[in-house]
C-alpha cells in the first residue's frame, strides 16, 4: 500500500506539486494521469525519492519515506521498484546481470542472486534470452527486463513511469497484462504515470487526475467512467464520433453491462411508445467491467423526464442535449 499525503514540491518561487494526496491499496493499479506540465514527472521523482519532497509525506507499509535520513533512505527505498520508459538498461550488461545490478548493490549472496535473477526472467517470460544484450532485444522485451529489474529487491510497490510509452499497440498490451498478472500474483501496489488514457482503461483499478500540480479529479475507474459530469470521464471515454457531430440534439446514455438491462432497447421502445435510433456506440473494457457509451436519438415530443426515467430503469444513465431530434430524423 502506498499512501501520499499533503505532498508539495517547490523549486524556487515555483510550486510544482501542490497538496498531492493519494492511496492506492495492496494488488490495486493505481494509474495518474495528466497532461504535459501537470507535474508527472516530478511525482514519479518524489514517490521513489530520488528528489525529496518539499512537505508532505510517501508512506509505504506505514512507514514515511519522505522523513527519513539518507542512510536509512537507502534500504527504504528498496520498497518503491521503478521502470523507467525504454527501461533505461545498461547496454554493456546482459538482460541478467542488468535484473541482478540491484541485487549486487544490496549485497546479495552469489547463490542467491543467480536463484533469484533466474526466478525474475521466468516471471517476466525471458528466461531464453538471459544472455542477451539490450540492443539484440526488442522494445518489448526491454521491458520486461526493465519490469524484472524493477521487482528484484521485492518492492512493495512498483512505480511504472511512462513504461509503455513509445511501444506499438501489441506490445503495449502485452506489457499491462504482464503488470495485471504481477498485481494479482504478487499483490505489489502499482502506480502507473502515464498520459496514455488507453492503458488507464485496460490496466487501472483507480486513476487519479493531475492538473498544475494538483489532483483535480480521482476515482475507481469504473465509478469515474460513469459520471455524467466529469472532465476524467470523458477523457477516459470519449463520445463516440457521431455524437461530436449530433450533440445538440441527441441523448447521451452511459451503462455498465453487469448492471443494464439486456433487453432494455425492445423493452424501452416499447414502454415509450416511440422508436430509438442508436446513433453511435462505443463500448470499453475499463476497470474490471464493461462500460459503454450510446448517442440515441429519440422522439423530441416526449417528455425528457420520462425519457430518462425509462431508460434509468432498465441501468442506463442518459443526458438530454439541446436540440431535440426533428421527427423525420428519427430513425428506429
Ligand atoms: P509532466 O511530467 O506532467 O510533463 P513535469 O513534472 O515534468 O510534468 O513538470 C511540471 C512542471 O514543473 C513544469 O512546469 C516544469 O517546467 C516544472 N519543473 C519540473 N522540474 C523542474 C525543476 N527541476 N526546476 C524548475 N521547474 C521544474
Given at each position: 500500500m502506498i499512501e501520499i499525503s499533503g505532498l508539495t514540491k517547490t523549486y524556487g518561487t515555483a510550486t510544482?506539486?501542490?497538496g498531492i494526496d493519494l492511496r492506492v491499496d495492496d494488488a490495486q493499479i493505481g494509474a495518474i494521469v495528466g497532461p504535459s506540465g501537470a507535474g508527472k514527472s516530478t511525482l514519479s521523482r518524489c514517490i521513489n525519492l530520488l528528489e525529496r519532497p518539499t512537505s508532505g509525506s510517501v508512506t509505504v507499509n506505514g512507514l514515511?519515506?519522505?522523513?527519513?535520513r539518507s542512510r536509512e533512505l537507502r534500504t527504504a527505498r528498496r520498497q518503491i521498484g521503478t521502470v523507467f520508459q525504454s527501461a533505461?538498461?545498461?547496454?554493456?550488461?546482459t538482460a541478467a546481470q542488468n535484473i541482478a545490478l540491484p541485487m549486487r548493490h544490496a549485497g546479495l549472496p552469489d547463490d542467491e542472486l543467480r536463484a533469484r535473477v533466474a526466478e525474475l526472467l521466468e516471471r517476466v517470460g525471458m528466461l531464453h534470452r538471459a544472455n542477451h544484450y539490450p540492443s539484440q532485444l526488442s522494445g518489448g522485451q526491454r521491458q520486461r527486463i526493465g519490469i524484472a529489474r524493477g521487482l528484484a529487491l521485492r518492492p512493495s510497490v512498483l512505480l511504472s513511469d511512462e513504461?509503455?510509452?513509445?511501444?506499438?499497440p501489441d506490445t503495449t498490451a502485452a506489457i499491462l497484462s504482464l503488470l495485471r498478472e504481477l498485481r494479482t500474483d504478487l499483490g505489489v501496489t502499482i502506480l502507473v504515470i502515464t498520459h496514455e488514457m488507453d492503458v488507464v482503461r485496460s490496466v487501472a483499478d483507480v486513476v487519479f487526475q493531475l492538473d498544475h500540480g494538483r489532483i483535480v479529479e480521482h476515482g475507481a475507474v469504473a465509478d469515474v467512467v460513469r459520471r455524467s459530469d466529469s472532465s476524467l470521464s470523458r477523457a477516459l471515454l470519449p463520445l463516440p464520433a457521431a455524437a461530436a457531430a449530433d450533440e445538440r440534439r441527441t441523448w447521451t446514455v452511459r451503462y455498465e453491462d453487469a448492471r443494464?438491462?439486456?433487453?432494455?432497447l425492445s423493452q424501452a421502445t416499447a414502454e415509450l411508445g416511440a422508436p430509438i435510433a442508436i446513433l453511435a456506440a462505443l463500448v470499453e473494457e475499463a476497470g474490471h467491467t464493461t462500460v459503454g457509451r450510446l448517442t440515441l436519438g429519440i422522439?423530441?415530443?416526449?417528455d425528457p423526464h420520462k425519457v430518462t426515467s425509462t431508460l434509468g430503469r432498465h441501468g442506463l444513465t442518459a443526458e438530454h442535449h439541446l436540440r431535440p431530434l426533428a421527427p423525420e430524423e428519427v430513425v428506429a
Amino acid at each position: 500500500m502506498i499512501e501520499i499525503s499533503g505532498l508539495t514540491k517547490t523549486y524556487g518561487t515555483a510550486t510544482v506539486l501542490d497538496g498531492i494526496d493519494l492511496r492506492v491499496d495492496d494488488a490495486q493499479i493505481g494509474a495518474i494521469v495528466g497532461p504535459s506540465g501537470a507535474g508527472k514527472s516530478t511525482l514519479s521523482r518524489c514517490i521513489n525519492l530520488l528528489e525529496r519532497p518539499t512537505s508532505g509525506s510517501v508512506t509505504v507499509n506505514g512507514l514515511d519515506l519522505a522523513r527519513l535520513r539518507s542512510r536509512e533512505l537507502r534500504t527504504a527505498r528498496r520498497q518503491i521498484g521503478t521502470v523507467f520508459q525504454s527501461a533505461n538498461l545498461l547496454r554493456r550488461l546482459t538482460a541478467a546481470q542488468n535484473i541482478a545490478l540491484p541485487m549486487r548493490h544490496a549485497g546479495l549472496p552469489d547463490d542467491e542472486l543467480r536463484a533469484r535473477v533466474a526466478e525474475l526472467l521466468e516471471r517476466v517470460g525471458m528466461l531464453h534470452r538471459a544472455n542477451h544484450y539490450p540492443s539484440q532485444l526488442s522494445g518489448g522485451q526491454r521491458q520486461r527486463i526493465g519490469i524484472a529489474r524493477g521487482l528484484a529487491l521485492r518492492p512493495s510497490v512498483l512505480l511504472s513511469d511512462e513504461a509503455t510509452s513509445g511501444l506499438d499497440p501489441d506490445t503495449t498490451a502485452a506489457i499491462l497484462s504482464l503488470l495485471r498478472e504481477l498485481r494479482t500474483d504478487l499483490g505489489v501496489t502499482i502506480l502507473v504515470i502515464t498520459h496514455e488514457m488507453d492503458v488507464v482503461r485496460s490496466v487501472a483499478d483507480v486513476v487519479f487526475q493531475l492538473d498544475h500540480g494538483r489532483i483535480v479529479e480521482h476515482g475507481a475507474v469504473a465509478d469515474v467512467v460513469r459520471r455524467s459530469d466529469s472532465s476524467l470521464s470523458r477523457a477516459l471515454l470519449p463520445l463516440p464520433a457521431a455524437a461530436a457531430a449530433d450533440e445538440r440534439r441527441t441523448w447521451t446514455v452511459r451503462y455498465e453491462d453487469a448492471r443494464v438491462n439486456p433487453l432494455w432497447l425492445s423493452q424501452a421502445t416499447a414502454e415509450l411508445g416511440a422508436p430509438i435510433a442508436i446513433l453511435a456506440a462505443l463500448v470499453e473494457e475499463a476497470g474490471h467491467t464493461t462500460v459503454g457509451r450510446l448517442t440515441l436519438g429519440i422522439d423530441p415530443a416526449l417528455d425528457p423526464h420520462k425519457v430518462t426515467s425509462t431508460l434509468g430503469r432498465h441501468g442506463l444513465t442518459a443526458e438530454h442535449h439541446l436540440r431535440p431530434l426533428a421527427p423525420e430524423e428519427v430513425v428506429a
